[in-house]
């Protein structure tokens, strides 16, 4: 078979090794792209599941220092940067000068843009994937193209239309081919399944969002009551 391979890439023109590097590049590119994706992904989920466990103990014991530290610590986790800067300006009921009341307004709009620049990481890198899916098979049919072309071209100068005139051209043409779809499958598979990827960590964004708003409207209620308690006295 590499013997075959070797004849074959020997055998093709000019135009169609342009058309099988052109190809070739645009799968490494598409492979490097799908590596990263592979490693930011696997990245975020390990510090998630580190992350949210201690988060939410954190919350049930009302330890917000220490939720805020956790927040800092687990940058990687997608969940910990959808909460940054959240928990900034609340602190604890026995701590709070002022206005006791909690923005929540405020914390939701701030946990949206971490959520859409988080998205839009993830999302980076994937418009390489949809065009390698997307224009491969072409890219391999202009070469494809220019086969049939080169084995008509063969039988114009034989003046006959034997197996020996148009097999040059006929291989170039089921070489462009195959190698167009060899680079376009996998790279449909791949965009595919990091869209599905990016669904899922859309999902656990917006439950822990909800989560996190449900805490802070409960902690709001409470410092509401304490300092409408500590008013009366």
């Known amino acids: 078979m590499e013997g075959s391979l070797l004849e074959l890439w ?5 135009f169609a090794r342009g058309v099988v590097v052109v190809l070739v590049l645009m799968s490494v590119l598409a492979a490097t792209v799908a590596i990263r ?6 990245r975020a989920r390990k510090a998630t599941l580190v992350f949210s466990p201690r988060f939410s103990e954190a919350l049930a014991r009302n330890e917000l220092p220490e939720a805020r530290e956790l927040i800092e610590q687990h940058t990687q986790s997608h969940l910990a940067f959808t909460f940054q800067r959240v928990l900034d300006d ?10 006791p009341g909690v923005n929540v307004t405020g914390a939701e709009r701030t946990m949206e843009l971490n959520a859409l620049e988080q998205l839009a990481g993830f999302r980076r890198g994937l418009g390489v994937l949809a065009t390698t899916g997307s224009t491969a098979p072409f890219v391999g049919l202009l070469g494809t193209v220019v086969g049939v072309v080169n084995a008509f071209q063969g039988m114009a100068v034989s003046g006959s239309g034997g ?7 006929i291989a170039e043409a089921l070489v462009a081919t195959a190698v167009g779809l060899l680079v376009a499958i996998p790279a449909v598979w791949l965009y595919n399944y990091f869209v599905n990827r990016i669904e899922l960590v859309s999902m656990e964004i917006m439950h822990g969002s909800k989560q996190l708003i449900d805490y802070l409207l409960r902690y709001d209620s409470r410092v509401a009551s304490q300092s409408i308690a500590e008013g009366s006295t």
Request: proline letters at 4%.
């Open 10 to 14: 020997a055998a093709m023109g000019w």
């Open 37 to 42: 994706k592979t490693a930011q992904f696997h």
């Open 163 to 169: 197996l020996s005139a148009i097999s040059q051209g």
């Open 90 to 99: 609340v602190a604890a009921p026995e701590g709070r000068t002022g206005n």
